[in-house]
């Protein structure tokens, strides 16, 4: 069974860093894409960035250069490093999984709470 469990988040003031940290297991195929998406008060879930089996990283465009993705060597760990954070980056932190290049994922963590305190 494919599990994903996120770690990292926590209370912080503007402009401080954070590093989340996702663990996935139960796999039988390699090859998956490793995501995080973030869910604020009372929005929609949004893609925050990926990373490909290749290392590929992508962003979107409201990182702005703050946020980098990274994977464990093993390929089972996924990492997001979050740099000048302010509040509007206050959210739920999903990690996910996706076996095709493109669509659906197939696999969701439970999520981290990121607090940015102004």
């Known amino acids: 069974q494919v599990q994903l469990v996120e770690s990292g988040g926590g209370l912080v003031q503007a402009g401080d860093s954070l590093r989340l940290s996702c663990v996935t297991s139960?796999?039988?195929?390699?090859?998956?894409?490793m995501s995080w998406f973030r869910q604020r008060p009372g929005k929609e879930r949004d893609f925050v960035a990926a990373i490909t089996w290749s290392d590929t990283p992508s962003y979107a465009d409201f990182v702005q250069g703050r946020f980098t993705i990274s994977r464990s060597n093993g390929k089972n760990t996924v990492y997001l490093q979050m740099n000048s954070l302010k509040p509007e980056d206050t959210a739920v932190y999903y990690c996910?999984?996706?076996?095709?290049?493109?669509?659906?994922?197939?696999?969701w963590g439970q999520g981290t709470q990121v607090t940015v305190s102004s």
């Open positions: 996910a999984v996706r076996y095709a290049s493109v669509g659906r994922y197939d696999y």
């Open positions: 139960g796999h039988t195929f390699p090859g998956y894409t």
